[in-house]
């Protein structure tokens, strides 16, 4: 259970910093209370946290042997593509990021009512992260984690992950958004993910 927490803990946190889902939190952040913020954001993480984790066990009942391989490749995969991406990059702030989430609360906001609430901030931060969230690296990382790993320690860890994040989003906001390097985050993702997957490689022989 440890080790699965550890996994969690490492991967979505390094996976998260950085990610749209960061940026719109901080966004958030900068138009409205933290606490309301925070809660609407983390309450769609750990969500969506457990979803994947019951995709996860879903596909636990596949040979155990399958999922380990797919685990440790999936892992490579990641890892070997964030490195060469990392290449790419430059040492600036991730603006690509920065953009989307920016666009996406300006498209929410121009919806709702100008007058706002704690329950409409909490809407609003639930329901921008919950859809950026679907489909991203980090759900399908937390749903290989919880197939071959104890479901309970990948929750947590990556609950953890996800609340450290959104901590630091909604609590640094402007700061962090300006010195993010893209290229650091990217390099130091994808060498956590070789390095898991050449962990999940070992255990196999």
Same mark, same amino acid.
């Given at each position: 259970?440890?080790? +699965?927490?550890?996994?969690?803990? #490492?991967?979505?946190?390094?996976?998260?910093?950085?990610?749209?889902?960061?940026?719109?939190?901080?966004?958030? +952040?900068? %138009?409205?209370?933290?606490?309301?913020?925070?809660? @609407?954001?983390?309450?769609?993480?750990?969500?969506?946290?457990? #979803?994947?984790?019951?995709?996860?066990?879903?596909? /636990?009942?596949? $040979?155990?042997?399958?999922?380990?391989? +797919?685990? !440790?490749?999936?892992?490579?995969?990641?890892?070997?593509?964030?490195?060469?991406?990392? %290449?790419?990059?430059?040492?600036?702030?991730?603006?690509?990021?920065?953009?989307?989430? #920016?666009? /996406?609360?300006?498209?929410?906001?121009?919806?709702? $009512?100008?007058?706002?609430?704690?329950?409409?901030?909490?809407?609003? /931060?639930?329901?921008?992260?919950?859809? /950026?969230?679907?489909?991203? %690296?980090?759900?399908?990382?937390?749903? !290989?984690?919880? !197939?071959?790993?104890? $479901?309970?320690?990948?929750?947590?860890?990556?609950?953890?992950?996800?609340?450290?994040?959104?901590?630091?989003?909604?609590?640094?906001?402007?700061?962090?958004?300006?010195?993010?390097?893209? %290229?650091?985050?990217? +390099?130091? @993702?994808?060498?956590?993910?070789?390095?898991?997957? #050449?962990?999940?490689?070992?255990?196999?022989?």
């Amino acid at each position: 259970m440890l080790s +699965a927490f550890t996994a969690g803990l #490492l991967l979505v946190s390094i996976s998260e910093l950085g990610d749209k889902t960061f940026f719109i939190a901080a966004i958030l +952040a900068m %138009r409205h209370p933290r606490r309301w913020v925070f809660i @609407g954001a983390i309450t769609a993480l750990s969500l969506m946290t457990v #979803l994947s984790v019951l995709f996860g066990q879903a596909a /636990a009942l596949l $040979p155990q042997i399958y999922i380990q391989w +797919a685990e !440790a490749i999936l892992f490579l995969g990641f890892g070997t593509k964030l490195l060469l991406d990392a %290449r790419n990059m430059s040492d600036q702030p991730n603006v690509e990021e920065q953009e989307e989430a #920016l666009s /996406a609360v300006k498209a929410a906001e121009a919806k709702q $009512p100008k007058r706002q609430t704690p329950w409409s901030v909490i809407t609003e /931060a639930f329901t921008l992260t919950f859809i /950026a969230e679907w489909g991203d %690296r980090t759900q399908i990382t937390t749903i !290989a984690l919880a !197939a071959a790993n104890h $479901p309970l320690g990948v929750t947590l860890g990556a609950i953890l992950g996800h609340a450290i994040c959104a901590a630091v989003a909604v609590a640094c906001g402007r700061l962090v958004c300006g010195r993010i390097s893209e %290229r650091a985050i990217t +390099a130091m @993702g994808g060498g956590l993910f070789l390095v898991f997957g #050449l962990v999940g490689l070992r255990e196999l022989f």
